[in-house]
């Protein structure tokens, strides 16, 4: 197949440095002046993940990316996504579909086969859009990886991208960051590089015009960027890291705003159907891990998804949850489970399979009349329907492994669903005789103002707080996707950089 797109890269001097994030706003940049553009990532690692266009599964920063660009996600913007179900492995998805489960080393050498698959998505993507913007993971000169490297240089070099060198300053040893890959890099690899984009910088610009210069004279390469640190801009974050290592202390919770806990599960995923509740203006979210911060100021718990529901169930035991949170629900609090968070609610769980441990069976927390038994095959749809708990439409997404059933008379179905374009309808998730403890397996529910308002202003009632109009819902992103694209037009040497990339061949003028 012929390779017609040009192509930019990002590459990161580390994790966590502001890939995604640039490369998601010079999607958006590039669609502003004319260009039909699209993201790829030939492997990404996380647990946030949502299901594209043809119901496969990839990563929630090529979804990001994709939307920026104007575009609906497709699998071959992320080919390989690794999921991680435990320390040592994790779940591998090929073009949107579980392949199998390999443990790190077992992974290390399963990459070349892997490639031509890579290579397969890469070419279908560069026949369709006039620029390709590729990002990497991780360092870009890991060098102990770097034979069997599917992501970074290999694939740089592979696509002949022109490559930008994303640094995190706001880490500290900026200088050792960027002038340390760059020396790490071989002579191909430094030619791909036209520059070097330090992130998240804090205070006077001023203060780093040395620092510019000492890079620039040390490298013989180009700061094309220095970019201030912002939090105002609502963008998808790519997956649970921050949200794992978050260390900021909890928000005060109080009478005059709904509280929400959020368990902070050790594998917990797609963690991004909460965020929505973040911009509603009189809600506290709170991510908490110890059973003892689950006061009865919270009004709401929500248990959220998880890649590991058999080991996470255990660790619920372990750590004093399953009382802490039927003491919470006996106080007529509400509690919501999202997927594995649904599972987590009902009775027990089974695995026959050792889909996710060897464990065979574990008691889930006994708030649902449901028993969920893990299956080889994974569910991965798009979904529509209606939610009689609160008499309006609904639409989300499935990625779950087990099937659950309910085995008792009380309560009733969360909702009616069927994935479009067809016929057949289903019930899904449950809902407690007095509707207080809800279950279920879309995410993205939340995304929709109906549900997401009638469910906070039932809270908002229950402690005499006046009903409020929902904010608008996710589709309020696009809007944050221009305010990106401007941060980095105003604080990126835009026109230098697209002016290095075509001088290589690059991008089309």
């Known amino acids: 197949m012929k390779r017609d797109a040009k192509t930019l890269m990002f590459l990161g001097t580390g994790s966590d440095v502001g890939k995604s994030i640039a490369a998601t706003a010079f999607c958006r940049i590039l669609k502003r002046r004319g260009y039909r553009v699209a993201p790829f990532k030939a492997q990404n690692m996380s647990n946030n993940s949502y299901v594209t266009v043809e119901g496969g599964e990839i990563g929630r920063a090529q979804v990001a990316q994709a939307e920026a660009a104007g575009l609906l996600p497709s699998v071959h913007m992320n080919p390989v996504l690794l999921k991680p179900s435990s320390g040592q492995a994790a779940q591998v998805v090929v073009q949107g579909r579980v392949a199998t489960q390999l443990t790190a080393m077992e992974y290390h050498g399963y990459k070349e ?171 506290v979210v709170n991510y908490i891990t110890r059973s003892g911060e689950l006061s009865s100021e919270y009004d709401l718990l929500v248990i959220p998804g998880t890649k590991n529901v058999m080991e996470d169930a ?38 026959p399979h050792g889909v996710e441990s060897g464990r065979g069976e574990v008691r889930g927390l006994g708030l649902l009349p449901v028993e969920t038994r893990l299956d080889k095959d994974k569910v991965v749809r798009r979904v529509n329907g209606e939610c009689p708990l609160y008499g309006c439409k609904l639409k989300g997404y499935e990625i779950h492994m087990g099937r659950s059933t309910p085995v008792g008379s009380t309560g009733r179905p969360f909702a009616l669903l069927k994935e479009p374009g067809k016929g057949r309808k289903w019930e899904d998730g449950w809902v407690s005789e007095d509707g207080r403890v809800i279950g279920t397996y879309v995410h993205g529910v939340l995304d929709s103002p109906e549900i997401r308002g009638h469910l906070l202003n039932r809270l908002r009632r229950a402690k005499g707080l006046r009903p409020r109009k929902p904010r608008q819902g996710r589709l309020a992103r696009f809007r944050e996707y221009d305010r990106l694209a401007d941060h980095f037009e105003r604080h990126c040497d835009v026109e230098k950089i697209i002016e290095k990339a075509i001088r290589k061949g690059q991008l089309r003028s």
């Open 113 to 283: 086969t892997l490639r031509q698959v890579v290579m397969d998505s890469y070419d279908r993507l560069s026949s369709q859009y006039d620029v390709i913007v590729l990002e990497g993971a991780g360092s870009c000169c890991e060098m102990n990886l770097k034979e069997n490297d599917l992501v970074n240089f290999r694939m740089a070099k592979s696509a002949g991208a022109a490559c930008v060198l994303v640094a995190d300053i706001d880490k500290g040893g900026v200088f050792a960051q960027v002038i340390g890959t760059y020396d790490l890099m071989d002579k191909d690899e430094q030619d791909l590089t036209i520059g070097f984009l330090i992130n998240k910088f804090r205070g006077d610009p001023r203060l780093f015009h040395s620092g510019i210069r000492i890079l620039e004279e040390k490298t013989g390469k180009s700061v094309l960027g220095l970019v201030p640190f912002f939090e105002d801009i609502l963008v998808d974050t790519e997956d649970s890291v921050a949200v794992q290592q978050d260390k900021r202390a909890l928000r005060a919770v109080g009478k005059e705003t709904v509280n929400v806990a959020v368990l902070r599960l050790p594998a917990i995923s797609n963690f991004t159907d909460l965020e929505i509740l973040e911009r509603e203006p009189d809600v």
């Open 314 to 351: 255990a660790w619920l035991s372990r750590r004093g949850w399953k009382k802490r949170i039927a003491d919470f629900a006996a106080q007529g609090r509400t509690t919501l489970g999202i997927c594995g968070g649904y599972q987590l609610l009902g009775k027990e769980i089974e695995d």
